[in-house]
């Protein structure tokens, strides 16, 4: 009779052997396929834009944005205070930003810019929101560098890391 279990039990743990290994090699192969395209989203302020040699760098304070319900349980959380006089967030948002550390990240070339509001004319009476505005990356560095009618780094914008690279800024417009 054990003979008769051994027969059995030896097969089945051979294929529950290569089962393991199979999956184990299957979950190795997916991670290091996936790794390549892995993009990170965050939310910052940026600080400085500098090109040297032909390459871009944005040197960047990362903050935590939220809106909405999340925005005013946080606000209620570390402000209670203020949350129970104002009874939530101002104008839906709420950033914080507890950390005082620059993050530099290289830009890609062919990084897309979407912009909220911007000075188009030098007036500041023609200031005027234009949602979802792209514009190229030379554009960007050069309405970041101007600080008269609008100061581009009063503005947290939405970017996405790829590949060690930031391809997309997305200002947030803020009231």
Not at 4 to 13: E, G, T
Not at 41 to 60: C, F, N, P, Q, R
Not at 61 to 67: G, K, L, T, V
Not at 70 to 90: D, H, K, M, Q, T
């Amino acid at each position: 009779m054990f003979k008769r279990k051994s027969v059995v039990l030896f097969p089945a743990l051979v294929l529950l052997f290569l089962s393991l290994v199979t999956t184990a090699s299957t979950v190795g192969t997916r991670a290091d396929a996936q790794s390549g395209n892995k993009s990170q989203e965050l939310t910052v302020y940026i600080h400085a834009l500098k090109s040297k040699d032909g390459h871009t760098i944005m040197t960047a304070d990362p903050i935590e944005w939220y809106e909405g319900a999340e925005a005013n349980r946080i606000f209620a959380e570390r402000e209670p205070e203020a949350a129970a006089e104002l009874g939530g967030v101002p104008d839906d948002y709420y950033i914080v930003n507890d950390s005082d550390s620059l993050t530099s990240y290289p830009i890609a070339d062919n990084a897309t810019v979407t912009m909220q509001i911007y000075d188009h004319t030098g007036k500041p009476g023609d200031l005027d929101i234009q949602w979802n505005e792209a514009i190229t990356l030379h554009k960007f560095m050069t309405e970041f560098a101007k600080k008269d009618i609008i100061d581009l780094s009063q503005s947290p914008y939405h970017i996405t890391v790829q590949d060690g690279k930031v391809i997309s800024i997305v200002q947030q417009y803020t009231p």
